[in-house]
Nanobody, 114 residues
Framework: QVKLVESGGGLVQPGGSLRLSCKAS????????MAWYRQTPGNQRDMVAS???????NYVDFVKGRFTISRDSDENTLYLQMNDLSPEDTAVYYC????????WGQGTQVTVSS
């Protein structure tokens, strides 16, 4: 199974920014889709942004205009740039990749608070 290693989470003030990174153990060209999900306690894990192997991007409505998903094939890394963060964005964020089977990262905590 591919290994996905996430980093970049932390504590930020409202209106601040973070960039999450997801380093894959193999070429990201092997994946048909990669995505970022988030989950709060007691709730399901929901997709916030995705990118297909062909470069098509998709965002959930409440992050459009604030979050940007991107990838660096040379570094085998998926990114999520998060701007204008609000307390409602507080969650554990997970990296996701699919080739033959789905694969998840371990999750990274994002906390938005004054």
């Amino acid at each position: 199974q591919v290994k996905l290693v996430e980093s970049g989470g932390g504590l930020v003030q409202p209106g601040g920014s973070l960039r999450l990174s997801c380093k894959a153990s193999e070429s990201i060209f092997m994946f048909t889709v990669m995505a970022w999900y988030r989950q709060t306690p007691g709730n399901q894990r929901d997709m916030v942004a995705s990118i297909t192997g062909g470069g098509t991007r998709n965002y959930v409505d409440f992050v459009k205009g604030r979050f940007t998903i991107s990838r660096d094939s040379d570094e085998n890394t998926l990114y999520l740039q998060m701007n204008d963060l609000s307390p409602e964005d507080t969650a554990v964020y997970y990296c996701y990749a699919h080739r033959h089977v789905p694969q998840w990262g371990q999750g990274t905590q994002v906390t938005v608070s004054s």
